[in-house]
């Protein structure tokens, strides 16, 4: 049945705008408009229409403005509620209307999105208030029936003294029985008889008895209220219900009087304290004041959504992060949540699944259209309503704007392709360097003198590998460097050997010139050919011992040639120890630890990418000596740094487990100790990819696995479980 709703207005195009506005609601008959244009005209139509349940009224108008319509229908129909129409700025006419009863107001011109929702809210009380009413009219009509009983049983009096008599114990047993002060009275006030007024304190105890009036017991505002409503009920002859407020004892309370005709010029008046019920009533204002200042003023987004995908409600927050000037205008356009929010349709579906089967979903996130059209990234909280029947009602949520986080994420991808493009850079530098070794076939002097040049571009170039090595982490960088020093390495010794032989050369060349040239000349030339060859056997060994520090670096940077080899495990830990030890102390001349070794003597060879595997086990074992010589600085009495190295046959595979005596990983450490990028060491002093990479080479180009064991202060073992002859893969 639709609701009724009286517009008041003596505008007749407002009638037209209302009617307009509601177009679809008043042909789906969920609302239907009745039309007065003055307050007179709105008297008429309530006294006729009673299914009438909200009122829409502008102040100004003739005959009887808005104002006196307001308290006519406080007065005479206190179920219905009026929404008050006035000018914007109005707030004297506003605070009158609120003060004689007004549920809400608006101010014109007017905006229908408001009106929409006011016009909902009002009729949403409306529909509250009688629901609860409803109950209290059954007990009203228990009570009634009571009374009613009670004034047959006085006729019967008449007929039965012994009836009568019996009758009275009755009535008199049920109302004790009932939590109300029963009042029979005169037209005039007179108190003619009263019932349970032990149960109530009474304003004037002392002029409150039979035979008084209701002026002699009440305050003059409250006895003028109380005589209005019992003239009300003489004259229509219908159940007259108020409520008032008494200052009693110092405190406040709440009544609710209810009046009924029982006889000729005489009434019945229940009076039921209600003080416990007002409370409540503002103890629930209040709560939900609170709620709505939560709402309203949090950063999250806050939302419910019916389960066909509409918002039934979203604070400002939630408007202000897709874009809308208000919750209000984010409700009315936002219709379809699939296929207005969500950037994919699926997204919203695999949401709704998720929420059948769980009720909630946590940490939701998917990419959402904001008003403009822009496109963000959100993460979505959500649980399901239900009724007392299991039924899903619909959803309510949080909602956070993530965006930010992905650019930063997506920033820090960027970063790494910056990096790839720094190492074709270098390939660049060296195609730069082959085509200024070209130059070198010119005079041997000249050639020298360009030699010792690029040597010294070459150191330059190598101290910027150092730096860059320490941003990156990843070898890719020094195995392309120290092969790009081969290659004029390459050519320092190859002209050092020709150098050599052209001396020896030139020597033969000269001897049939001997008798030709005096003796000290000869001793001259002969000992420049012998410096000119000793030189040049200098160049060669220095080169040569270039060469091998190049080879040392391409060995034990990342990948190589990504060969697969097959080698003894053994080997290649004892020589990553020995390795990084005297790395370590080569930087640090204080450093020192005992190494223990426990190496399975048969354990089988197995294939790997060797280079990179042992680039695993340097950073492993590296991180350990980092480890146990922070724990030296910090000067803790006996503690010597230790560090125990063992491999075992465990099945099909081999085992590897480093362990050491230092500090210990903190869980919150721990938890993230593999992520890129993530270090616990000083800045400029890692990367935090060392472990991460570590990862990548043992679990996906080996297929095996690599686990922590730790307790803080006391130590940290990495164990390695490597698959004995299973190929490994490339790694990326």
Known sequence: MAAKILVVDDDPDFELLIRQKFRRQIQQQELSFVFAHDGLQALEKLEI????????????????????????????????????????????????????GAFDFLCKPINFQELEIATYRTLDYVHRLKTELGSE??????????????????????????????????????????????IRAREDGTYLAIAGRERFTVYDGDHF??????????????AQLRMYYIQQALATGQLQLYEHQLIVDGQLRHEEVRIVVIGEGEVMIVVRDITERKQAEQALRVAEEKYRGIFENALEGIFQTSLEGRYLSVNPAMARIFGYGSAAEMMVQVTDIQTQIYVDHRLRQEFQRQMQAQGVVREFEYQACKADGSIIWVQESSHAVYNEDGEMLYYEGILLDVTQRHQAEAERQRFVDTLARKNRDLEQV????????????????????????????????????????????LGALTAGIAHEIKNPLNFVNNFAELIEEMAEELQEELKPCQDRLEADTWDYIHELCEDLSQNARKVLKHGQRADGIVRSMLMHSRGGKGEHQTVNVNSLLSEALNLAYHGMRAQNRGFNITLETHL??????????????????????????????????????????????STRQVDN??????????????????????????????????????????????????????????????????????PVNVLPEETP
């Open 209 to 222: 008895s039979v035979g008084t009036t209701l002026h002699d017991s009440l305050p003059p505002e409250q």
């Open 137 to 182: 009219r059954e007990a009203l009509r228990t009570q009634t029936e009571v009374v009613s009983s009670l004034r047959q049983q006085i006729a019967e009096r008449q007929q039965a003294e012994s009836a009568l008599r019996r009758s009275e114990a009755t009535n008199r047993a049920l109302i004790q029985g009932m939590p109300d002060m029963v």
């Open 49 to 100: 229409d009673p299914e009438i349940e909200v009122v829409l009224a502008d102040i100004n108008m003739p005959d009887m403005d808005g104002l006196s319509l307001l308290s006519q229908i406080r007065q005479t129909y206190p179920l219905i509620k009026a929404v008050i129409v006035s000018a914007y700025g109005d707030m004297d006419n506003i605070r009158q209307a609120m003060n004689r």
């Open 653 to 722: 595979y081999i085992e590897i487990r480093l362990r050491d005596n230092g500090p210990g990983i903190p869980p919150a450490v721990r938890a993230k100790m593999f992520e890129p990028f993530f270090s616990t060491k000083p800045t400029g002093q890692g990367t935090g990819l060392g472990l991460s990479i570590c990862h990548d080479i043992i679990v996906q180009a080996h297929h095996g696995t690599i686990s922590v064991e730790t307790e803080p202060g006391e130590f940290t073992e990495f164990v390695i479980m490597l």
């Open 430 to 473: 060296r195609d730069e360097l082959a085509i200024a070794n070209a130059t070198l076939e010119q005079r041997v002097a000249e050639r020298t003198e360009e030699l010792s040049q690029t040597l010294n571009q070459l150191q330059a170039t190598q101290e910027q590998i150092i730096a860059q090595e320490k941003l990156a982490s």
């Open 600 to 645: 399975a003597p048969d354990l089988p060879e197995t294939t790997l990418f060797s280079t990179d595997f042992n680039r695993a086990l340097l950073n492993l074992i590296n991180n350990s000596f980092y480890a146990t010589h922070e724990k030296v600085q910090r000067g803790i009495a006996g503690y010597e740094p230790l560090l125990v190295a």
